[in-house]
């Protein structure tokens, strides 16, 4: 194994143990599903549905099912928006205080995960990934599904 696979092996290690300390601490995902949306709505409340899809990255279909979900539990409500066949989603009380737990509760998983690192380590590991990031984007990885098949849907079926 070259010293690079292992670098990034690490990298994979620490990202799957951080999602695992993010799931033990709080609502499993915050970014995808109704998390994602009530997380896109405390900083953008009364966004349209098309505004949503930007944000989210989800397609109409998928955003519709998200927010029709979040509407029976309760967490926000759907309203007339200008335009034909528009809405706009807002966030119930219910809906803002889960969303803002959840908020904290990230904030003091991650703190307690980097509280090893000083200022200055922070910075060096912020600098590095970003470096990384860019280096996959310039490559032409960039994390988005297009091309692949959504599971559980067939075309012949």
């Known amino acids: 194994m070259t010293e690079a696979t292992q670098t990034l092996a690490q990298l994979k290690k620490t990202s799957k143990l951080t999602r695992l300390a993010f799931h033990k601490n709080g609502p499993k995902s915050f970014r995808r599903g109704q ?3 009530l997380n896109a709505l405390l900083e953008n409340d009364g966004a ?7 944000i989210l990255g989800f397609d109409r279909g998928e955003l519709k099912g998200v927010v029709k ?3 029976r539990n309760g967490y926000v ?3 007339d928006a200008e335009g034909v066949r528009t809405y706009a989603v807002k966030l119930t009380e219910d809906g ?6 959840r908020v904290a509760a990230n ?8 509280e090893c690192l000083s200022k200055e380590e922070m910075a060096q590991l912020n600098a590095i990934t970003e470096k990384l990031i860019l280096s996959m984007k310039d490559k032409g990885i960039n994390g988005k599904k297009k091309g ?3 599971a559980g849907h067939c075309s012949g079926c």
């Open 35 to 37: 998390g994602a949306l």
């Open 148 to 150: 692949r098949k959504e």
């Open 77 to 79: 409500t759907i309203e």
């Open 48 to 54: 349209t549905q098309r505004e949503l899809v930007h």
């Open 107 to 114: 904030d003091k998983t991650a703190e307690d995960i980097v």
């Open 96 to 101: 803002r205080a889960v969303a803002e737990k």
């Open 69 to 71: 979900k979040a509407e």
